[in-house]
């Protein structure tokens, strides 16, 4: 089973910058396609980004295309997000999640992390 521990999150001011980690341990985490969700108070768990086994392909939702980047380095087992130009709206609770398809949708995702913390002030 695999197991995810995220961390990285915090308060940051608007325009600011943040990278969350993603730790995966457990049998052959870089078989799993990895995700990013977050869950904002009072809202629905949202996709914000995925990456494929190999790091090759990625995929983004429109409010934070072209401001966050994930990336993986498959010999330490960790997925990162890169968020820059950091708005109000992006705070939320940020999940890691790992699913063997790449999909936009909670449901392909079998595994969890415990969320990390993103406030963003104004």
């Known amino acids: 089973q695999v197991q995810l521990v995220e961390s990285g999150g915090g308060l940051v001011q608007v325009g600011g910058s943040l990278r969350l980690s993603c730790a995966a341990s457990?049998?052959?985490?870089?078989?799993?396609?990895m995700a990013w969700f977050r869950q904002a108070p009072g809202k629905e768990r949202e996709f914000v980004t995925v990456i494929s086994r190999s790091g090759a392909i990625t995929n983004y939702a429109d409010s934070v295309k072209g401001r966050f980047t994930i990336s993986r380095d498959n010999a330490k087992n960790t997925v990162y997000l890169e968020m820059n130009s950091l708005k109000p709206e992006d705070t939320a609770v940020y999940y890691c999640?790992?699913?063997?398809?790449?999909?936009?949708?909670?449901?392909?995702?079998?595994?969890w992390g415990q969320g990390t913390q993103v406030t963003v002030s104004s």
């Open positions: 457990g049998p052959s985490p870089s078989s799993y396609a």
């Open positions: 999640a790992a699913g063997l398809a790449g999909t936009m949708k909670r449901g392909s995702y079998g595994y």
